[in-house]
């Protein structure tokens, strides 16, 4: 049997091994975490300026917390060098501060949605560590400052890291090296001393990975610049990664004495192209119906095997809450989410949280239970 799931009050079907509600159906998200951690989701500038009314509610209703999905990334805040477009932005953090929200921005420096005259000359040859050094710092800078006191939080630098613990020979690693994620850090406290500083990377449960980013940690505290986060990325799929080696990387980095985040957190139940790994948005396959298989609609046990997994990804976040500051969905329902299109576009897939009416999947009110109460098994 094929259909589409949903909570749907009273009625709604529970995980199996789980008793009675303990808590109202009606109690939303951040009531239930608001003693725990920030519970937040990434907003796009359609439901920030109003045209999806739907999901704005759901994230108004349910979460705390809010980072932009992308018009805080540098193609969209400086298109051209000097010439700043806030209007978008602007429009995320007064929405933001409107419904009292965490707002973390994201991202200052990225390899991926960069502008591409910020690391080349007008002839397409890289420019030199000292001009990469000033253009980057001026436009932390210049970031940074106009929402001092407003956003809580920013990831500095975004996806420095490949799998295998090597460092990405993106073009800022080309011209400046490992130097170019100290002198991020160093630029964004000097704009804002009081802003949270944070790393964000994806496939973070790989040992490699665990290892470098720890080491990144300890020696930015070592040349004593602030580092208050690890963001750990959670694009994760039905099998992988192992929640123990999940585990293994949040209790690596909680022992540098930094917290942890969970952000970008989306559950894919699609198959993956052969060969893909990580969570690359340059990653690209041709579509077809094998790699499409949920079009109409999620099977029954698919979805009862979804809300299981996810469930078990809280649980762990529950049982770690001391060192985790913030836990963040990467879309708010599943008609929006990056993973209809990524890494094969035109898909149909079931992510998030909350469907596409905007109800909220059985999971839901299994997560607030479990924060309201006993988090082991």
Known sequence: MIKSFFYSGVTALLLSGCGQLSQPDNMRLKDAFKDRFHIGTALSVNQIAGRDTLSERVAREHFSAIVPENCM???????NEGAFFFDEADRFVAWGETHQMWITGHCLVWHSQAPLWLCVDENGSNVSPEILTERLKNH???VVTRYKGRIKGWDVVNEAILDDGSW????????LGEEFIPLAFRF????DPDVELYYNDYSMALEGKRNTVVQLVKTLQERGLRIDAVGMQGHIG??????EEFEKSLLAFAATG??????ELDLTVLPSPPQNTGAAVESNFTFSQELDPYAGG?????AAAWNNRMTDFFRLFLRHQDKISRVTLWGVCDDDSWRNDWPVRGRTDYALLFDRQGQAKPAVQEIIRMAGGNTEK
Do not use: C, G, N, W
């Open 298 to 302: 999620l099977p029954d046990d698919v």
């Open 238 to 243: 039905m099998d992988y990664p192992a929640i």
């Open 140 to 142: 932390i800078t210049t």
């Open 73 to 79: 990334k540098s193609m969209y805040l400086q298109p």
């Open 258 to 263: 930094v917290k942890v985040m969970i952000t």
């Open 168 to 175: 990405r020979r993106s073009k800022f690693y080309e011209i």
């Open 188 to 191: 964004a406290h000097e704009a």
